[in-house]
Structure formats: C-alpha cells, structure tokens
C-alpha cells in the first residue's frame, strides 16, 4: 500500500489540485453553506478537492455519508447525506448508491456494510476508531450476561459488529430512552457508556439499568463546574450538553440531545447566544445556517472524527479502498440487533 506522500503524488498527478481562487469564486453556492467559519484562504485550497470528490462519486456511483462532527468543507462540501448515528444507520438501508464512503469513524462504516452487505463501502482513513467501541469486546458482553442473568443488553452503536452481535439490541443517543422505555424488563444492561447510561436512567426511574465502565474521550473532558462557571462569565447564554457528557454536566445544561436533537433545539429555540458541549465541528456545521445565533465558549475535538480529511476522502474514491469487511456470520446477528433499534425507533410513542 502507498504511503501519505505517495498517494499525494499520486492524486496530484491525476487532479488538478492547486490552490484555486477562480475555482472558488465559481464554487460560491458550497462556500456560502460554510462562510462563517470558513476563510477564503481555506476555501481556494478546498475548492478543487472539494471539486474532484464530487466529479469521482458520480462516476463511481457512489455516496458520502457524514457525521455531523465532519469538518465543514466535508460537511458542507461533499456529503450527500449527514446526520446523527441514527440518521446515518437509517440512510444507510435508503441508499440507492453501489458504493458508500463513510465520513465518520470505523463503527460508523461497519454499520452501513452490516445494512448493506452487497455494497462497497470505503473507509477514509482505517484509524478513525472511537474511545467507546475500543472499551468493550463481545467478551464483556457476555460478562455482562453473566453478571444479570436474563437482563437484555442495549448496545450503543458506538460498539464493533462483534459486540452489536453479542447484544440483543442497539441504540444510539437519539432513541436510548425510547428503547429502555420499549424492553420489557425490570434490570436492562447498557454498554459502553456508562455516562449515557446513567442519564437515561435519570429519565427512566422506573427500570434498573446497569452499564458497562466505557465512556467518550470528548465528552468525559467536560465538568460541572466548567459548565457553572461559563454560565457566571455569559449570563443568558443557552448551555447545551450531549448525553454522553456525565449526569452532572448534563444537569447544568438546558437541554440535551443527540447532534440532531442539538440542531432540532437551536433551529427550534435559535437563542441569542449558544454553548454546544460537545465535539467543536457541531458548532461549525451549524453556524451559517443560524447566523442569529452566536456559538460561543469550550469545545473539544475527536482525535478520530478529525483523521478523516478531504484528501483522504479523494484517495478513497480513487483507489476504491479501504473496503469495509465482516464476517456474514458476525454481521447477519449485529443486523438483527441493529435493524431492532431501527424498528422500534420509527414506532409512534
Ligand atoms: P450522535 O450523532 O448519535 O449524537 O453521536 C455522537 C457521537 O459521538 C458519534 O460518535
Ligand atoms: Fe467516539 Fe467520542 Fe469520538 Fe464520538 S466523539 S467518535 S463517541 S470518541
């Protein structure tokens, strides 16, 4: 396999990849999506990959799944689709593209290829895992089972094919209450991540969860008393956590949500000021659209979200690698488990 200056060469060699302020200002629809954070500097560099991602996804049919912790020239530039976990697992089965590129991290890919065991699907960059999903193996799983005896296990999505197959369901930050709320059972395992576990539990008194000791290398950061202390500092500002943050920051904050959930509540809300504890591109990719509100204070980056580049992406889709592989046997059982969540998720409560 070629190395990063080789594959520059390469790709060099093939597209025309130059800093490029003319291309730019012809490209001023997908700039407009990102101005705000974006600089016209940035933008000339991006335009022209941004311009040949574009080209080679339809020639090779392909379609670009985001998460919305993507950079904004990914976000904005080439997806086709972006989303939450949920968003992106349940685009993945409505896809009509032969091949799937996964801006996101590897369990992210994995999903889409246990939903989609005929398509191609291409991983950016190999090394873009996830704190939660290295936490804990189908080993744990079983540990789990063994500890709580008949309880069903809720797995995060965040989690490899091979726990997702050991568990009887997944879930994701948008529906966790939802599917705690469905099972019927008095004691319910969750795993990795025990923070999210714990702030489901603070919504659903009535059952008894027990969680795994995972947790999120981005959202652990955040504290109580960083939270309090902003809100002395920016009185009126509207403080907005993710669930994988601990009880206690979410606590602090007014509301707290999925990254969906997150962008529901400040398009619904659109507050003055805004605080998103959570991964920093959240704020990015939603600041141009919401020019009322002014995103401010701490955020902390995914060193894995943030592997995933446009060159990498362009490298993707030229060379068709890396393809996402799992056993069929692994996959046909983390479907089940998957396709569950994705069921009683569209179900009217
Ligand atoms: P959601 O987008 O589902 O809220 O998940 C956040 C996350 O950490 C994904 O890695
Ligand atoms: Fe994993 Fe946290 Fe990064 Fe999401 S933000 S990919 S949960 S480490």
């Not at 080439?78 to 968003?87: K, M, N, P, R, T």
């Not at 979410?250 to 003055?272: H, M, N, Q, W």
């Amino acid at each position: 396999m070629l190395d990063m200056p080789a594959r520059r060469d390469e790709l060099r060699a093939t597209y025309d990849l130059a800093p490029n302020p003319g291309l730019a200002a012809r490209m001023q629809d997908e700039y407009a999506r990102m101005k705000r954070v974006v600089s016209p500097a940035d933008w000339a560099m991006h335009a022209p990959y941004v311009a040949a991602i574009n080209a080679l996804k339809r020639e090779r049919g392909a379609a670009i799944l985001a998460h919305n912790y993507m950079t904004p020239e990914i976000f904005h530039g080439v997806a086709d689709v972006v989303g939450d976990s949920l968003q992106l697992a349940v685009e993945a089965t409505r896809t009509k593209a032969d091949v799937i590129v996964q801006c996101g991290v590897h369990f992210m890919a994995e999903t889409s290829k246990i939903l989609n065991p005929t398509k191609t699907v291409l991983m950016p960059d190999m090394a873009a895992g996830c704190s939660l999903a290295d936490s804990i193996t189908a080993e744990g799983v079983a540990e789990m089972r063994a500890r709580y005896p008949g309880a069903p296990v809720v797995s995060y999505v965040n989690t490899t094919a091979e726990v997702k197959a050991a568990s009887d369901i997944c879930c994701t930050s948008s529906n966790a209450v939802q599917i705690i709320r469905a099972l019927d059972a008095e004691t319910i395992v969750m795993t990795p991540d025990k923070y999210l576990a714990q702030n489901v539990a603070a919504q659903v008194p009535e059952k008894r969860i027990v969680w795994w000791d995972g947790s999120c290398i981005v959202h652990e950061q955040y504290t109580a008393q960083d939270i309090r202390e902003f809100r002395d500092w920016n009185p009126g500002t509207r403080i907005i956590a993710h669930p994988e943050c601990p009880p206690d920051v979410v606590a602090e904050a007014d509301f707290s949500g999925s990254t969906k959930g997150i962008l529901d509540y400040v398009s619904a809300e659109r507050p003055e000021r805004a605080m998103l504890v959570t991964e920093c591109s959240m704020a990015s990719n939603i600041s141009d659209a919401h020019p009322e509100v002014e995103f401010i204070g701490p955020c902390n980056m995914c060193p894995y979200m943030k592997k995933i580049t446009l060159e990498k992406v362009l490298w993707s889709l030229h060379s068709m690698t890396t393809q996402i592989e799992v056993d069929a046997d692994i996959a046909g059982r983390a479907r089940q488990a998957v396709q569950r969540m994705i069921d009683l998720s569209a179900r009217k409560v």
